[in-house]
């Protein structure tokens, strides 16, 4: 689909999104988004050029079916998927991008980190996936030189960048906003540093005692990503990794680079979103919403839960919900889902649906909060069904239509109680659904009780 | 332990707690309510006959451990077991209330409607145990009419509660504040009335034309409640169904009933909370809190969820413990669970697990997030465990730690990997709490950072 699109913008020397929307046009992948999200073109564009919205598409990833992430559009959610380096392989990564798109997700990222060959594993993902590919480069650049981070140059950093854009991913955290000054910072914490990306290039400044590289090279980053249309997920390095951390002065530091990141590079029309924590207690949630809106100017938020616990590890796809969906209300535009192996081991199959139902529900529930048009509608469609006990229709309309028709049919199998006014949960005869008050009925109690006030 | 305490009460006409708080009297289960809560009896005992907490403690249950609900204390769970007509017998039953016990539930309600002797599944539960049990005496009242709602009169409701009471039962719903002018106010609903007990009662009303007997006879109940202390737990008949049906006049009108007769039990010294909803989107859940204290004069709050969207069947403690989070944050004293199996069937021991845990993670939660003292020790030892790669002890601090390990070992199971610095989600070489800077790394890095600023 998108070949087309883009075959006219092949050579130019900016081809972003943004790029265009400031010059006023309305694209095709502006259009595709418009009506997937039942908002008006011209409202996409503007919002593109502004930079509160984002249309990660690599002009190489011609599979794509744009999407928007951004405050004006539904609130999205992302699945990580990715080799480890003692399991998976190309087959399993590809069943895992299929399983997540199938679960909802609205982007994915490949944090591959071993396995296999990298760069097979990501044109294997990218070639299969019509949503977004996300990366997180400084892990090949470290696999370059074989791990040994004292050894990694601006050089290798730029130049798996640009590989990863050549190859059609379409947005890749960059760790630019740690500074070698916040480092100090992270003293008073409990966890220290949290970010796989943002520890290896502290551990980098540490040992050359040089400002971070990625930070120095923003603009080279940029000029790359300006030709294939790459968009900037700026790493949050200093995410807390406990509630004792959230919202801590490191944390804030880098926010404030991350601000200043953001806007040049809008200077150069290229896309940006801002990553977030982590783990934060509940009532310090809008603080990081807002905090982020103001000192990134609005750049789309995309958040890490928060987990608003660090006491439940195996139940971390619900602590991480909550965070998830008070995040969504406040204005986060996109949740990086986290499964029930969070902290405990790789997430398998099931792992990846239950996070990712998690991550659906709050999504949802953050844009019906946020009174999105129409957003209520599949909830009350299927609340219907439900008070007219018509099973299957409320099976259908589930976020997970199996899931609830297997726990349904667990005690009741045969089909004739899909059409049954009672589940096994209260029985044939409690089901308070059945307590149906007619027209009838209340007519009448009506000109009843107008009586009886009458006669008192 | 009790029997002591009680023998001196024994015979007095009003033996509630909130009786002796207002006299000046520290009661043994104030006491021992400040001890477990590490606050102030002289507190305990003024937020009992202030009314914003209630110590439900029937004088027939002696092996209770006193509890408190309300404000001041931590936010408490409550589950609802119970058989059903064609599941479920005296051992299971009490099979599941040691679960819902070993899995944290503060409080347990049975709500048997059949299956077995309703009397003396009620007794074997009371006496196994340790935490106060909740009830509602509508579904026995119907039951002794054969199911007949017409055929129910004011003393068939009353001969159950005084039974229920002489059993030890330590709170009962009573669903005395639905009016029969409330009822044509659900005509716009979309799932009309979804409380079993309300439904029961409002079909009575339509049948007779006559108002509630729980509302008319809402004092001889009050007489019963002050000779053994059971509580008052208003029934919300009228708690919305679905996110369209949340806050609305129905649900209000009646919240306005359960003010006064909140009131008018206090003034027999008769202790209350009051049932809260439901389903309610995200953004209403601080307005339904705030109002239920207006309306309620504070009486201590207990919602079922909310769920904030309703496209989720199968995952319903998920959708429902993100509502209760934010309900307890916002100050609701207990949280009565909702288990994946809800709207679709009755829960299996797996489901009451699941529904257990995601509950006390909202609690825990919102304890964290009003900054009770102390909330969050548990989770900065759990974070302390989890950098320093102690798995054993982050399982045992856990809120589930046979869940914790066995997730842990699916991929990791040798006893060497206890102690090893990372797990299978990223391997030996890229976990990032690897990346631990030392103090001497970060002094000689400020000593770098100062010489280098001198000089710029």
Request: aromatic share 6%; charged share 25%; proline share 5%.
């Amino acid at each position: 689909m998108r070949s087309d699109w883009i075959a006219p913008r092949r050579g130019q020397a900016n081809v972003t999104q943004m790029h265009y929307a400031r010059q006023g046009v309305i694209t095709e992948e502006m259009d595709f988004v418009a009506r997937r999200e039942n908002l008006p073109a011209d409202l996409i564009r503007d919002e593109v050029a502004r930079g509160r919205m984002i249309i990660p598409a690599n002009i190489n990833h011609t599979n794509l079916e744009p999407m928007a992430i951004g405050i004006a559009s539904k609130c999205k959610v992302n699945a990580n998927i990715g080799a480890s380096p003692n399991a998976s392989n190309i087959d399993e990564e590809v069943e895992k991008l299929k399983l997540a798109v199938k679960y909802g997700a609205d982007t994915v990222m490949d944090l591959s980190t071993g396995g296999g060959n990298l760069d097979e594993i990501r044109t294997a993902i990218i070639n299969a996936s019509p949503v977004p590919i996300g990366t997180v480069p400084v892990y090949q650049a470290l696999e370059s030189v074989h791990g040994r981070i004292e050894k990694l140059s601006a050089d290798d950093f730029l130049h798996v960048i640009e590989k990863h854009c050549e190859q059609g991913v379409d947005y890749q955290t960059i760790h630019a906003g740690l500074l070698i000054e916040h480092l100090p910072k992270v003293k008073s914490r409990i966890t220290g540093i949290v970010s796989r990306g943002g520890g290896i290039i502290a551990q980098w400044m540490l040992y050359h005692h040089k400002q971070n590289p990625l930070y120095t090279h923003f603009r080279d980053i940029i000029e790359i990503f300006k030709r294939y249309d790459c968009s900037f997920s700026l790493g949050d390095s200093l995410r807390p990794g406990c509630l004792h951390d959230a919202s801590d002065d490191a944390q804030l530091s880098e926010l404030k680079t991350l601000g200043q990141l953001t806007r040049v590079a809008w200077e150069h029309d290229v896309q940006v979103m801002v990553e977030g924590p982590g783990h934060v207690p509940m009532d310090q949630i809008e603080f990081n919403v807002r905090k982020q809106m103001e000192e990134c100017s609005e750049a789309p938020f995309y958040v890490l839960g928060p987990l608003v616990t660090d006491i439940a590890p195996g139940y971390d796809h619900i602590t991480s919900a909550i965070g998830a969906a008070m995040a969504g209300w406040y204005g986060t535009a996109m949740l990086c889902y986290v499964t029930p192996k969070e902290h405990l081991g790789l997430p398998n199959a099931e792992d990846v649906r239950n996070g990712l139902i998690a991550y659906k529900i709050a999504a949802h529930a953050a844009d019906i909060a946020r009174h999105r048009p129409g957003a209520r509608d599949r909830d009350d469609e299927l609340s219907r069904a439900r008070y007219a006990f018509d099973w299957n229709k409320q099976f259908d309309l589930s976020l997970d239509p199996e899931r609830a028709r297997e726990y349904h049919d667990e005690t009741l199998p045969a089909d004739i109680y899909k059409t049954a006014e009672f589940c096994s949960m209260c029985g044939p005869k409690h089901c308070p659904m059945q307590t149906k008050i007619t027209e009838e009925d209340l007519t009448e109690l009506e000109k009843f009780l107008e009586k009886d006030s009458a006669l008192a």
